[in-house]
C-alpha cells in the first residue's frame, strides 16, 4: 500500500525575488544555501542554522536500529556540548554574555540552531553557531548527561495532556507513516541510543547539501558569506553563485496520506488516552494538504473562518454560545508528501461528546454551504494583517527563508501572497471543506475519560 | 501582625523623559492618563487600556463577599460580551477582521485590554477598546455562559502542573496576604459569583482615574488624545495637561511582606501537591522585593547569575553537570507592597529532594562568596543585550509605560537603566543573596511526590 516515490521532487522555481530585492540567496559549490533578507531599520538580526533534516528520516537510510529514533533531536542537544576548541560552557557563555535570545529546534523535517541578537554582536552568533553545527565532539560522558536531560523533556512532555493529544493525534492520523511518530523518541528508544547511532547520524546527515544558514534584519548579504565562509572554514577562493535551482531533499517520500480520500463520511474512529485530569483534550480531523498543494489558499481561508479567531465558527459555536471550552480552534499542518487538518478544543469530561458533534457539524456546514460573502472578506483582512504584523519580526522573516528553501521552494512578498488569497473562489472554499468533512475522520481525546460518554472504537 | 500603611504611595517624581523625548504623558482632568511612545520607523502600533485594579483588590472596599474573589478576571471576560451599540460578535469580528493580535489579562495589579494592529487600524482599535472598558452592558445571559468559559479556564491551569506549582507557591509564601490569592478565584467562588459582585466590580473600579492608556509604536500622541477623547465621549474643550505628579494608587498596603525577614536559615517548610505525574514541579523560594526597592539592580544581576541563563549556576549544576532536569531557572516577582523570589525545576521524582537541596546551595554559594569577576561582567551584558532586544516590540513598551505609571512611577530610558545596573557593586550582589538564602524557605512540589523523599512539612 505505501509506495516511495522517485527522487528528486518536482519543485517550482525559485520564488525569491534575486534582483535587487532584499531578499538574496547564494549557493556555495558544497552545496552551502544562505539566504538573507535585509529589513531597514533593524538594530538587530535573527540567525539561524537549518539542517534540512528531521525525526521523520530517521532510519530510512540505515535499516531498523530502535535506539536511533529520537537520535536527530538527540543530536541536536549534544551540539551544544562542545566542540574541539568550544566546550559547553564557553558556548553557553558566548550567547548569554551578548544576552542573545538563542535555541535549537528539532521539526520533522528538519533542525535549526538559531539566535537574535544586536547588530554588532551578528559575527559572533555566527561563529559560535558554526562550530556547533560543523564540528561537535559528540563527547561520551556528556552523552550519557545529556541522556538524563532528554528523558526528563519528554517527561515534561507526558505530564501536558495537550502535548500529549498533539503527539497521539499524529500518530493516529499518519499511521505508520515516518511522520507520525513523536520528534523526540520515547523513553524507551532514548534508553537504548548509544553514541554510534548519534554519531553515524551527525556525519551522514549533517554536510553542506543539507545546510541552509538564513538571516534577517540588521544583516549585510555579502558580510555574511565572508562570516560564514570563514566561520566553516571555507576555502575564499570558492566562489558563491546564484543557482535559481532549488535544491531537492535528500528523502524518501510516500504519498499515501497526500490525497484526501474521497470517501462517504462514516462514525469518527476514537482513541483514547485516559488520564486523570479536569478537561479532555480533544483533537478531531483527517489527513490534510502537503505542503505545495495548490488548496492551500483555499485551505487557509476555510481555516480562518472555522476556527481561526474570536469570531470563527468553532470558537462562537463551542465557547460563546454555549461556554463548553476556553480554547477551540482548527489548524493544518504541511510537509512536503503529507499533512493533517485537525480541530482541538479542552472541555469537560462530560462535555467531551458534545463537543466533538458540534465541531464536525460546524464543518460540515461549511462544506454543504460554504461561507459567507462577509466571512470571505474577514478571512482576508485577518489573513493581510496577521502576516503584516508576523513579518514584522526578523525570526518569522528568517524562518520563513529557511522553510521556503527546505520546503515548497517558494517564497511570496506580501502582495502576491495576498494576491494567491484573493484569487481563491466560494467554491475553492466550500470545495476544500467537502473533501476535508467526507474524509475519514480521528478523534483522539487525552484525559479523565471515564467521566465522558466517549470510548475508544476502532 | 498585618498593618495596612497609609495612602498614598510614596513615588518618586516620574521619571518620564516628556522634553521633547520620545515617552509623552498627558493626564486629563478626568484623571485619565495617556502615554505614548513613538517608534521612528514603525508601521504598527500596540494599544492598551489599562485599569489599575487587579486580583488583590478584590474585597477590600466591601467586605467579604466569596463570589467577589475573581471578580476582576471575570469582568474582564465580560467586556469582550457587549456594550449598547456593540455586540459580542461586533467585538470579536472588529478585531478579526484586521488581523489584530488582542487579547486581555488580568494581573494581581492590573488588567490590560491591549491590540496590536497595523498603523491605519490603530484609530478602529482605540475605538472598540474604549468602548469594552467604559460602556459594558453586563449582560446577564452572557454572565451564565461566561461563568462555564471560566470554569474551564481554571479546569484547563488546574491540568497544567507548573501552573499549580505557581500557584501554590504564591500561596504558601504570601500567605493571608491578598497578593497570595489566585487571580481567578476557584470553581467555588467562580459558582457563586452573582453579577451583581463583579457589576459593583466595575462601577466602583473602572473610572478614568484609575485607566491608563498607552501606545508605542507608529503613534502620534496628539492624534492619540483626540481619538480617546472622542472614543469615551469626554468633552473636547477639557484640556490635558503634563502634570508630573504620580497618581496614587488606591490600594491598602500591607507591608508585612515587604522587608526579607533576616532570621537564621532553618529547614524548609515543604508544601505538597499529590498529583500523579512523570515530573515533579519544584518551587523553592521565599519573600522578596517590593517594586521600588533600590536593591533591585542588585537583584537582577544576582538573579542573572544565578538562574537567568544557560551558563546560570543552576542550569549548570541541575542540568548540565547532572542531568536531573530539563528547565532550571531563578525569579523575582515584585508588587506595590511585597514580593517574592524562586527557584524553579522540573524532576523526576527520586530526584526531587536533591534538587532541593542542589538549588538552595547554589542561593547559599552565592550568600557565601559572592560571584566571580567574569560573571558580573556577563550579567551586565547579558541585562543590556536582552532589555535591547525586547525594547524593539512595541508591545513592551507599551506594557512598560503602563507598568511604569501603575506602578513606581519610574520610566527609565536603556542607558539610565544600565547605569543603575552597573552601579552595583559585588557587596550589594553578595548581600541580596544573603538575604534571600537567610529567609525562612518554602519548598512547593506538585506532582507524584510519593516516589519521592520529600513530605511536607508544617
Known amino acids: 500500500m505505501l509506495e516511495p516515490i522517485a527522487l528528486p521532487l518536482d519543485l517550482p522555481e525559485l520564488a525569491v525575488d534575486l534582483s535587487g530585492g532584499l531578499v538574496r540567496r547564494s549557493v556555495h559549490p ?19 542554522f537549518w539542517v534540512g533534516v528531521g525525526s521523520r528520516d530517521e532510519q530510512s537510510e540505515r535499516g531498523d536500529a530502535p535506539g536511533s529514533l529520537g537520535s536527530t533531536h538527540f543530536l541536536e542537544h549534544l551540539l551544544f556540548k562542545g566542540t574541539p576548541t568550544r566546550d559547553a560552557y564557553s558556548i553557553a557563555t558566548s550567547f548569554d554574555r551578548i544576552g542573545a535570545e538563542h535555541n535549537a529546534l528539532t521539526a520533522k ?30 563527547d561520551p560522558e556528556e552523552f550519557e548527561n545529556e541522556r538524563g536531560v532528554i528523558l526528563e523533556e519528554i517527561a515534561m512532555a507526558a505530564d501536558d495532556l495537550t502535548d500529549v493529544a498533539n503527539e497521539r493525534f499524529f500518530e493516529e492520523v499518519m499511521g505508520d507513516h515516518p511522520l507520525g511518530r513523536p520528534i523526540g523518541g520515547s523513553p524507551e528508544t532514548i534508553n537504548q541510543a548509544q553514541r554510534g547511532d548519534v554519531d553515524r547520524h551527525y556525519r551522514d546527515q549533517y554536510d553542506p547539501s543539507t545546510l541552509v544558514v538564513t538571516a534577517a534584519g540588521a544583516v549585510d548579504h555579502d558580510k555574511l558569506l565572508e562570516q560564514v565562509l570563514t566561520a566553516l572554514n571555507f576555502s575564499p577562493e570558492e566562489r558563491w ?14 504519498t499515501d496520506l497526500t490525497a484526501i480520500p474521497h470517501r462517504d463520511s462514516e462514525a469518527a474512529r476514537v482513541a483514547v488516552t485516559e488520564r486523570p485530569s479536569e478537561q479532555i483534550n480533544l483533537m478531531i480531523g483527517t489527513p490534510g494538504l502537503r505542503s505545495g498543494d495548490p488548496r492551500r489558499f483555499a485551505f487557509g481561508i476555510m481555516n480562518a473562518v472555522l476556527g481561526g479567531g474570536m469570531s470563527s465558527r468553532l470558537f462562537q459555536e463551542i465557547r460563546e454560545k454555549r461556554g463548553l471550552a476556553y480554547t477551540a480552534y482548527s489548524f493544518g499542518a504541511s510537509y512536503s508528501d503529507a499533512g ?19 465541531s464536525r457539524i460546524e464543518l460540515q456546514k461549511i462544506a454543504d454551504s460554504g461561507i459567507t460573502e462577509e466571512e470571505h472578506e474577514r478571512a482576508l483582512g485577518q489573513i493581510a494583517g496577521s502576516t503584516a504584523l508576523a513579518l514584522e ?13 527546505l520546503g515548497s521552494g517558494e517564497l511570496f512578498d506580501l502582495d502576491t501572497s495576498l494576491e494567491r488569497f484573493r484569487a481563491v473562489t466560494a467554491e475553492d472554499i466550500r470545495s476544500i471543506a467537502a473533501e476535508l468533512a467526507a474524509a475519514p475522520t480521528t478523534v483522539v481525546a487525552v484525559g479523565d475519560t471515564s467521566r465522558s460518554t466517549l470510548s475508544a472504537t476502532e
Not at 349 to 354: G, L, S, V, Y
Request: aromatic share 6%; glycine share 8%.
Open 340 to 358: 493533517l487538518f485537525g480541530m482541538y478544543a479542552g472541555t469537560a469530561p462530560e462535555k467531551a461528546a458534545e463537543v466533538v458533534e458540534l
Open 30 to 48: 558544497s552545496g552551502l544555501r544562505v539566504l538573507t533578507e535585509f529589513m531597514p531599520g533593524a538594530r538587530s538580526a535573527a540567525i539561524g
Open 241 to 254: 553563485h546564484t543557482d535559481r535551482t532549488a535544491t531537492p531533499v535528500r528523502r524518501e517520500l510516500r
Open 393 to 405: 519580526d526578523s525570526d518569522t522573516r528568517m524562518g520563513r527563508l529557511a522553510r521556503s528553501e
Open 109 to 138: 523535517e528538519y533542525t535549526c540552531y538559531y539566535a537574535k541578537v544586536r547588530d554588532a554582536d551578528l559575527e559572533g552568533a555566527v561563529t559560535v553557531l558554526a562550530d556547533m553545527v560543523a564540528n561537535s565532539v559528540l
